[in-house]
C-alpha cells in the first residue's frame, strides 16, 4: 500500500533533493539587497525595484527583513520563508576561478576544492555518491537515488546504486509479452524463500519492481492542488514527490533547471531570467504542496555553479561572476533568515575574473556537510569532503552541526 513500507525495502528516514541551476545564476536578482543603494546604481536597468506597502504593485520585490526582498516571481515561495522552513545562505562558492560552467560545475559536483578537482582529485566519484556509500549497514534499492533525466549526475558517481529515469513508468523489465509482471513472478517462483538463492538484495529489487507496478497502475493524483508548471522541471519533481510518497527507498534525487547564463537581455521582473525565477518558484512550491505530510521527511538544496557580477554589462545582462545564494528546504531547517555575509559590492574589488564578482565567505561545502549531518544522519562528513573542514553555517534545528560531526 502506498506510504507504507514493504518487509523487502529498507524504510527510508530522510530524501535529499538537490536542484541545480545550470548557467550560473544570478542570485543578486533573486534574493534582492535592496538595502544597499549601490545595488541600483550598479543595475540601473535589470534591478529589482525596492519592496512597496502598494499592494497593487506587482513587480517589486517581496520583502523578507530590512535588507532583502524576493524577486516577485518567488512569491510562491514566500511563505515557506515566513512559515521557517526555508532558508538563504547568502555569498557561498567554491574556489574555482575559472569562469567556465563546465570545470565550476563538475567540482562542485565532485565536491572538491580546485586544487584536488584538477590534479587528480581525491577519487571516489561524487560528493552525494559518497555520502551514499558511508552510510554503512543501510539497504539500498535501485531507487534509492536516482537522478530526473537521461544521464546520472557526477554528484551520485560512486553511489552504490543510481538510477536516470524521466518518470517511474521506466522501471520495468522489457519483455516480449509487454507484462514485465512476468519476469518478477517467474523469478519469484525460481527463487523461493525456501531454495535460499535468491539474496536479500535480490528479494528487495523483486519486491520494488512488484510495488512498482502497481504504482504504474494507478494514475497519479497530486495533493493539496498543487500545480506543477509545465516542462521538464515541473515533471521531474512531480515525479521525485510520487516516489517519495510511494516509500520506495528514495534517499537522493536529483534534478537541474538550466537557462541561466543570461550575458544578454536578462531582464529585471520580466524577461528571459524571470522565466527561469517563475519556473523555480513555482515548482519548489507545487512540490512542497504535493508532499503534504511527507514534506517533514523531504529536504531540498538549490544551487549554482557560481554567481553573476554585481553590475549589468553594455548587453543589458550579467556576466560570470563568483558569490551566489544557496536555498535549502526542509522541516529541520532553521528557517526564515539569511544566513552569511551581506554582499559586498564595491565594484572596484578585483578579483581573478575581473572586477565585480561577489565575494565569496562561506564554502559550498559547509551548507552541504551541515546538511548531511544535521538532517541526513551523517556522523562524519570526512568520508565525504575529504580534507575539508566545514565551518558552521546554523541552517539545522536542534541537531549536531557539520563541525562537530567532522571531528
Known sequence: MIGHESAGIAACEQTLVCVFLRGGADTLNLVVPYGDDRYYKLRPTISIPAPTSNAEVTDAALRLDDFYGFHPKLRPLLPLFKEGRLAIVQSVGSDNVSGSHFEAQDQMEHGESQAKAFSGGIGGGGWLGRHLRSRAGREMTPLSAIAIGPTIPESLRGAPSASALKSLDEVQIKTPSNDPRAVSQALAAMYGAEVGLLSQPGRATLDLLNRVESLRNKPYQVENSAVYPEGDFGSGLREIARLVKARVGVEAACVDLGGWDTHFFQGATSGLQAEQINLLGRGLAAFDDDLGRERKRVTVVVMTEFGRRIYENGSLGTDHGRGFAMLVIGSRIN???????KPDLNAEDETLLGPGGLKITCDYRSVLAEVLSGVMGN??????????????????????????AAR
Open 379 to 404: 556522523r562524519d562528513v570526512r568520508q565525504v569532503f575529504p580534507g575539508f573542514q566545514p565551518q558552521p553555517v546554523g541552517l539545522v534545528n536542534n541537531t549536531v552541526t557539520a563541525t562537530t
Open 335 to 341: 528557517g526564515g533568515k539569511v544566513f552569511g555575509s
